[in-house]
Nanobody, 132 residues
């Protein structure tokens, strides 16, 4: 599994960013994909996920109505459109084939959508900073 996230940056509150994730090394179109973010000292937080066919998406309540996840299985790409960004969205964002039941906090983990076991093949992530 190889994942490369991009599109992060620094924006003011209310601004927008579009994150991209280039996937390779596995059958991307066969698996549920998620965006997960990491806050310093707080571990991973699941943000959004999308079914393998792209038809169904789910979101954490904190981003519902502001973020939109999508995928292009012809290009093995995952996207996250982030609108009306808030300071509390500041984090390092990762894409991964993980399920929507990440446990937070130190020692927390996300389960792989491929194996069901704790996932550990994270990409470099892309930093999103929201500040005035």
């Amino acid at each position: 599994v190889h994942l490369v996230e991009s599109g992060g940056g620094s924006v003011q509150p209310g601004g927008s960013l579009r994150l991209s994730c280039e996937a390779s090394g596995f059958a991307f179109s066969s698996f549920y994909m998620s965006w997960v973010r990491e806050f310093p000292g707080r571990g991973m937080e699941w943000v959004s996920g999308i079914t393998r066919d792209g038809r169904d998406a789910t979101y954490d309540y904190s981003v519902q109505g502001r973020f939109t996840v999508s995928r292009d299985n012809t290009k093995d790409m995952l996207y996250l459109q982030m609108n009306n960004l808030r300071s509390e969205d500041t984090a390092l964002y990762y894409c991964a084939p993980v399920l929507n039941d990440c446990t937070g906090g130190p020692g927390g983990y996300c389960r792989s959508a491929i194996t069901g076991t704790p996932y550990n093949m994270w990409g470099p992530g892309t930093q999103v900073t929201v500040s005035s």
